[in-house]
């Protein structure tokens, strides 16, 4: 299995309260994703890296910000949380077997959040 | 912006049979298209990884193909196991190094 773990794995917080899950791997890959899955959406993609420093926004981005400072690193945060962010997060990593374009995805196993 | 669709939202077969999961997208300049398995609770499984040039991919009992003109894609599983009761997503790669998914397959296998 690649390795991705992604902290914390469970977590329970107020509205308007920030928030940040990481998510770390082992496999030196270039591109990492976050996405949110929730029931009759499907998994939706938050925001994406392809380096450090280099970030971009995903279909769903509105009250998200991200960072990786190292390439193991990624940090989702939710400087406000409110109820709609109540989700399941999921972090994921791609390989790299074409050059610049990512390919196969690897994912973490999870984050459920929940906003009161 | 690509639509994926995937269908039927949940199967139920007996233990044995042979069946078919169904995506579709909407556009079809993509680089690949990738099936995965979530099992609940749990994350994301890749299982069959077919490239835009490919027209199928086979695991075991799994085979995968590919119509990019059609913007289709079925998985094939054969000889159905209890085991094999989980979620399958699939997932297509555009340009601009997104990926899209579906919304899922439930698929139960009665003993």
């Known amino acids: 299995d690649a390795g991705i773990t992604q902290s914390p794995r469970h977590k329970v917080t107020e509205t308007g309260t920030p928030v940040t899950l990481r998510c770390h791997q082992t496999e030196n890959h270039r591109y990492m994703y976050w996405y949110r899955q929730d029931p009759g959406h499907g998994l939706r993609l938050i925001h994406y890296s392809y380096g450090v420093k280099d970030t971009d926004k995903g279909e769903v981005s509105d009250g998200y910000s991200v960072s990786r400072s190292k390439t193991e690193d990624f940090l989702l945060t939710l400087e406000s949380a409110t109820s709609s962010q109540t989700s399941v997060y999921f972090c994921?990593?791609?390989?790299?077997?074409?050059?610049?374009?990512?390919?196969?995805?690897?994912f973490g196993p999870g984050t459920r959040l929940t906003v009161l | 912006k690509q639509e994926v669709t995937q269908i039927p939202a949940a199967l139920s077969v007996p233990e044995g049979e042979n069946l078919v999961l169904n995506c579709s997208f909407t556009?079809?300049?993509?680089?690949?298209l990738q099936w995965f398995r979530q099992d609940p609770g749990k994350g994301l499984t890749s299982l069959l990884l077919?490239?835009?040039?490919?027209r199928e991919q086979t695991s075991g009992r799994l085979n995968a193909s590919l119509d990019k003109s059609s913007g289709r894609s079925t998985l094939y599983i054969a000889a159905s196991q209890p085991g094999d009761s989980a979620t399958y997503l699939c997932?297509?790669?555009?340009?601009?190094?997104?990926?899209?998914f579906g919304t899922g397959t439930s698929l139960t296998v009665i003993p």
């Open positions: 077919i490239q835009s040039s490919q």
């Open positions: 994921a990593i791609g390989s790299e077997q074409r050059g610049a374009v990512a390919d196969t995805q690897y």
């Open positions: 556009d079809s300049a993509i680089y690949n």
């Open positions: 997932a297509v790669l555009n340009t601009g190094n997104q990926f899209y």
